[in-house]
């Protein structure tokens, strides 16, 4: 093999953001741009010279020949074995576990997750370390900073490996194994669930579901898990090939785009329980018969109902949550008598609680919760976990919501985003609401105490590092609270977050409509920021 050092530039544009780098698909297209990155990559984990390294995507347009880019590139760069998934394809969750159970030294992951995809959609890149997890922050700003410098990128001359086919190869010295992208994931799921009471639960019981693939990658691990192992008739997996633009759709699962299932769930004859995930089968989305689950509320539930699956039965060391994901599973922590703990947006964070033993189960507001059995979120590990509860409790998906509302409170939770925004303006907006910060605590807004207001930051309790502005929080006394945060995996303008929580204790209110409830809070974070006048928005673009 003929090692190939081509002369590039580096692109300064190239900082990895909340869950790696994300651009348009042309911007990735341009000469180099994705070498160059690669190479960065490269460059830092030096460890991958002589390794292995595990290849594979959301199926998005651009995913197959950024792999063969980085099967060439990899060969070059002294990589001993690379793993891909047969069709190119591997779910974020796979990957992680495809890492630690061959112990390879990393994995490049090929998504933009949620974002569209097609010709003029997203395309992204995000490395994994060999814990399976995403680069932390060090790795992730190292990458960035070799990026800043690069000015080669070593390549070969090789024909392009079939992806379509399960099987072995080399280029030079670098053997490549085309493998089954679900087997080992499935595998792991039966380890932790009880399979044979979920699938008497399906096939004894007639529990319908419907889970939406988007058209993105968990189709395929949807049909072997849910339909073939579980026994649920063909069917109830839906939207289920993967497509480079899925249909046209935007694979978020969320009430706003897994449109056909909530018109199924919400309409007449619903099936028991709903689910989707997203483009790259980390995130979930779980529903019941006329019923939507809260992300953090879901999180809360499992940790309460944990003790019922086989995994878990044994109990938790401790629950994680992002900052700006409602505290509903503190309460249940508090409960549990297990610690809890509160880091920054971004599954990256919880990487070293999962590997310091410290916590068991972490979860986002985002439609993300996931365990210690990788190191990613995890979409369909979040649908069997909760089909596991089902087929223990054997009740609906509402009443086990209802009742987890009457033993710990409600926490009334949504978020509201603005999509695109005028960059500069969202930056302003953002400026004007810290700097009132110091000034509100100890005031009154609408009648409750400001208790704390500040830009959040967290001190990891295990290599000490700090990560400092994580978000605006405004708490009040009665644990109310208002966070803005701009998102890190846009590629248009600014998206701005806003999550707004109130807890309810008196159980003869949790039936009442979030959004009236949060209402007052909503406009005091109006007012707060000079939304309207800012960004010149009346309404959010998604509320969930
Ligand atoms: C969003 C979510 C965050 C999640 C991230 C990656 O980030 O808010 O909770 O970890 O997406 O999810 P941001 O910076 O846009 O708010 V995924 O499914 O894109 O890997
Ligand atoms: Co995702």
Known sequence: ?????????????????????????????????????????????????????????????????????????????????????????????????????????????????????????????????????????????????????????????????????????????????????????????????????????????????????????????????????????????????????????????????????????????????????????????????HFFVTPSDSLAIMAANAHLIPGYASGLKGVARSMPTSCAVDRVASELRIPWYETPTGWKFFGNLLDSNQATLCGEESFGTSSAHVREKDGLWAVLFWLNILAARRTSVATIVKEHWQRFGRNFYTRHDYEAVDATAANELMHHVEQQLPALIGKELNGIMVSAADNFSYLDPVDKSCSERQGLRVIFSDGSRIIFRLSGTGTVGATLRIYIEKYESDSSRHHEDTQQILQPLIDTALTLSQLRQRIGREQPDVIT
């Open 1 to 289: 093999m003929q090692t190939i050092t081509v002369t590039t530039t580096p692109f300064m544009d190239q900082r990895p953001g909340t869950s790696g780098l994300r651009k348009r698909v042309t911007q990735f297209q341009q000469p180099h741009y994705l070498e160059n990155f690669v190479q960065a990559i490269f460059d830092t984990k030096n460890d991958l010279n002589g390794g292995t390294l595990v290849v594979g995507g959301d199926g998005r347009y651009y995913n197959r020949e950024a792999i063969q880019i980085i099967i060439r590139m990899a060969a070059a760069n002294g990589v001993k074995r690379l793993l891909v998934g047969k069709g190119g394809i591997l779910s974020t969750p796979a990957v992680s576990a495809i890492i630690r159970k061959y112990h390879t030294n990393g994995g490049i992951i090929l998504s933009a997750s949620h974002n569209p995809g097609g010709p003029d959609g997203d395309f992204g890149i995000k490395f994994n370390g060999d814990n399976g997890g995403p680069a932390t922050e060090q790795v992730t700003e190292a990458i960035y900073a070799r990026s800043k410098t690069v000015n080669r990128y070593l390549t070969t001359h090789a024909a392009a490996i079939n992806l379509d086919h399960i099987g072995h190869s080399h280029i030079g010295d670098m053997a490549i194994e085309v493998i089954d992208p679900v087997h080992d994931y499935a595998e792991l799921m039966q380890t932790i669930f009880d399979f044979d009471a979920i699938r008497h639960l399906i096939v004894d019981n007639g529990f319908r579901l419907c889970f939406d693939a988007m058209h993105a990658v968990t189709g395929p691990y949807a049909i072997d898990i849910l339909e073939h192992r579980l026994g649920a008739p063909a069917g109830s997996v839906i939207n289920s090939t993967p497509l480079e633009d899925f249909g046209g759709g935007h694979p978020d699962p969320n009430l706003v785009y897994a449109k056909t299932l909530v018109e199924a769930i919400f309409g007449n004859n619903p099936p028991d329980f709903g689910a989707a995930s997203d483009g790259d089968g980390d995130r979930n989305m779980i529903l019941g018969a």
